[in-house]
């Protein structure tokens, strides 16, 4: 017993001197100017490394159905990835163009990402097919507008709604195989 007390003590004295390093940093913390959220990746790397694959996992759940429950989780961290980008991509500093149109825009991921992410924690795979679409017209929209490049672009789905689609009678033919 006596021995046990005593192991307790190097314990209990690791644990204030953690504390007290940590009230340290934290007062170091107070100092200079109060941190804001600030870009790492460019908007082509979010793009490509966050919301290519995360919404992939979404548009492509039917032939990859998760099978077990650490597929499960890690489409859910897909889906919530997705839902989350939509929260980087709304910061202040990486709003392209008009910002009223580009919070519009990726509010459509945000509700898109949050819907999945529902339907990914509830393991509801029709759910998830069901979601399909908007997953990716939440791009499309965006990309119609913001991507210059971009028009010629392809429809993965052979019937989107006609409120989803902005310019669907300028729409060229469908084309198969290319990026959202
Ligand atoms: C709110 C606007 C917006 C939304 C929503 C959006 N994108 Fe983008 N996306 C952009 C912009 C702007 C670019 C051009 C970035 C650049 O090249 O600087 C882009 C580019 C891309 C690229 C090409 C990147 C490159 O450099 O080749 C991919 C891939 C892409 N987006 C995927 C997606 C996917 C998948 C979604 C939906 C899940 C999505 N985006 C949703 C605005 C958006």
Not at 57 to 66: F, G, T
Not at 91 to 115: I, K, Q, T
């Amino acid at each position: 017993m006596i021995a046990a007390k005593g192991d307790l003590m190097p314990g209990k004295i690791a644990t204030a001197a953690l504390v007290a390093g940590l009230a340290g940093a934290v007062a170091a913390g107070d100092e200079g100017p109060v941190p804001e959220p600030e870009p790492i990746g460019t908007m082509s790397e979010l793009m490509i490394k966050l919301m290519y694959p995360a919404s992939d996992a979404i548009l492509y759940v039917e032939s990859r159905a998760p099978a077990n429950e650490v597929e499960w989780n890690e489409l859910q961290a897909q889906a919530l990835i997705l839902a989350e980008s939509a929260n980087l991509i709304m910061m202040p500093s990486r709003v392209v163009g008009d910002r009223d149109e580009w919070m519009r825009d990726a509010r459509l991921m945000f509700d898109a990402g949050a819907a999945a992410y529902e339907a990914a924690l509830e393991q509801d795979l029709d759910a998830l097919i069901a979601l399909n679409e908007q997953v990716y017209m939440s791009c499309v929209v965006c990309h119609r507008r913001t991507r210059p490049d971009y028009g010629r672009n392809y429809k993965r789905f052979d019937d989107p709604p006609a409120e989803a689609l902005p310019a669907a009678e300028e729409a060229p033919p469908a084309e198969e195989g290319r990026l959202p």
